[in-house]
């Protein structure tokens, strides 16, 4: 096996323990900040990221991306809702790791104007077919101009990319001030997380694994402001008028389940909403691009 990364990716610490090993990679944890890193990898397994990323990926792998479409949206569309009651002004926003275009459709029907880049062609053909603009691009370089969108979405994107800092760093670059961002990754702290690391599962494409206080450090060194850890809130502009009861239901019993998942560790993924510091009186931010090459 060769080094994958030589020190840890959020504090740059090189103590750290092997936390599991395969003979294809070894996943490790860093002793300062706690981080779960790949540590070590078979270059074999590099190659494979590139191959995978294709029709047959998303068509027939694991996790059915072009199924359950309404579902999905609508899932998309509550968290979309969240990162609204912190940016209320939103009017435009930028998914990246787009796959089939879920979000994109979610802020579609928000009244965003909704843009989308993926690290496959592939999955960005799929979004343009739908009627989105999309492109193929990389989190670590986003091909927009500084302050360029009001919200930003990853979803399950960050644990994919070789430079979790500079991913971070890209999402609060083309953030517009008091624009706000959606972070979604696995929690290292799944019970059943064993497919986390398999190299044949999800070792080969997942690079780091977070918990709350590692993801959020890597955010506020980015420069953002972590507003929101939880999956459960109270969507206020919702708890008034004809549909308050239904809102305070779902609050009240979204809230009982998250605790329940997370005090036994059955919660599979973290959800961090940030924010970009306000913007300087007088300021005017740039319009939002269209994606180079369109």
């Known amino acids: 096996m060769s080094p994958f990364f030589s020190a840890c990716p959020i504090c740059a610490s090189t103590e750290r323990t092997t936390l599991i090993e395969f003979p294809e990679l070894r996943f490790s944890k860093c002793a300062a900040c706690g981080l779960v890193y790949k540590s070590e990898e078979d270059p074999s397994l590099s190659t494979r990221l590139a191959k995978r990323y294709d029709a047959g990926y998303f068509l027939n792998g694991q996790a059915q991306y072009l199924k359950r479409w309404d579902h999905r949206v609508a899932k998309c569309r ?158 206020r502009r919702l708890a008034k008028g004809a549909a308050a009861p239904y809102e305070w239901l779902r609050f009240g019993a979204l809230k009982v389940w998250t605790g329940l998942a997370k005090a036994t560790h059955l919660r599979r993924e973290l959800q961090l909403i940030v924010r970009k510091g306000p913007p300087l009186l007088g300021s005017h931010a740039l319009p939002s691009p269209r994606l180079q090459g369109q």
């Open 78 to 235: 509550r968290q979309l809702l969240m990162c609204l009651e912190f940016a209320p002004h939103a009017k435009t926003s930028l998914d990246v790791g787009c796959s089939a275009g879920y979000v994109l459709a979610a802020a579609a029907s928000l009244g965003l104007s909704p843009t989308g880049i993926d690290y496959a062609a592939y999955a960005a053909g799929l979004g343009r077919q739908r009627g989105f603009s999309t492109a193929a691009a990389s989190l670590t370089e986003l091909p927009f101009r500084d302050a360029s969108f009001d919200l930003v979405t990853a979803k399950h994107t960050l644990e994919h990319v070789r430079t979790p800092k500079q991913g971070l760093a890209e999402i609060a670059r083309v953030l517009r001030p008091g624009g706000v961002a959606l972070i979604v990754v696995p929690d290292v702290g799944y019970r059943r997380r064993g497919n986390y690391f398999h190299p044949e599962r999800l070792g080969w494409q997942h690079h780091v694994y977070y918990d709350v206080p590692t993801l959020s450090r890597g955010a506020r060194d980015a420069g953002l402001e972590v507003v929101s850890v939880d999956k459960a809130m109270l969507r």
